[in-house]
């Protein structure tokens, strides 16, 4: 197995070239900062996750960033898995944003990708054991107008793939939620990186 994080949401061309996802005021001075972004902070729990895996002995690496589409990611992943002849897991990375009151952690698959399920909800699972999550939801990622259709769309270029290669989308916690926001700093991120490695491995 082959394990590779993909930080969603760190640019992409065209309009989207400047794009870090989701934000909030995490140091409460009025103001949404580069460093408040999804795209910045998702890399903390995904170095943990793969150090993680590193020490059981899982080949780790990052999506390279000359992939931008969302095509040319899976693609790249396809080629990888052939050129290897491994099981390759993709996490794709991100974090929620949302009313300041949801309190669940999220992971997806595409809802035509029912193989992908199992490590899906082993994530799910692991999301548990972070005092700061209550509940942990796992769902299939459906087309519009269900409210999971934006996740669907990360997902859709890996659709076609091989069952070699598996892809889940995970949102371990709100950045709008107070209750969540110690896991931005301190060993928050190592402790969600730690819950999706334990999960990959379970899934061995």
């Avoid at 999804?38 to 996750?49: K, Q, R, V």
């Amino acid at each position: 197995m082959i394990a590779v994080f993909d930080i969603q949401h760190f640019g992409q061309k065209g309009k989207h070239i400047d794009s870090r996802g989701a934000g909030a005021d995490l140091d409460g001075d009025g103001k949404i900062e580069t460093w408040e972004r999804e795209a910045e902070l998702t890399p903390f729990y995904a170095s943990s996750a793969s150090l993680f895996l590193a020490a059981a002995g899982i080949p780790c690496a990052f999506m390279p960033m000359q992939f931008s589409s969302y095509e040319e990611r899976a693609e790249e992943m396809v080629r990888l898995q052939k050129r290897a002849n491994e099981r390759v897991v993709v996490i794709l990375c991100h974090l929620n944003a949302g009313g300041g009151a949801d309190d669940y952690a999220l992971t997806l698959f595409h809802d035509q990708r029912r193989g992908d399920e199992p490590l899906a909800r082993a994530i799910a699972d692991e999301m548990l054991s972070l005092v700061e999550i209550n509940r942990s939801v796992c769902l299939a990622a459906e087309a519009a107008p269900h409210w999971t259709s934006r996740a669907r769309y990360c997902l859709e270029a890996y659709a076609k793939a091989p069952k070699e290669v598996t892809a889940v989308l995970v949102e371990p916690w709100f950045l709008t939620t107070k209750d969540h926001q110690s896991l931005a700093g301190g060993d928050g991120p190592v402790r969600v990186g730690h819950a999706i490695a334990r999960a990959i491995i379970s899934e061995l």
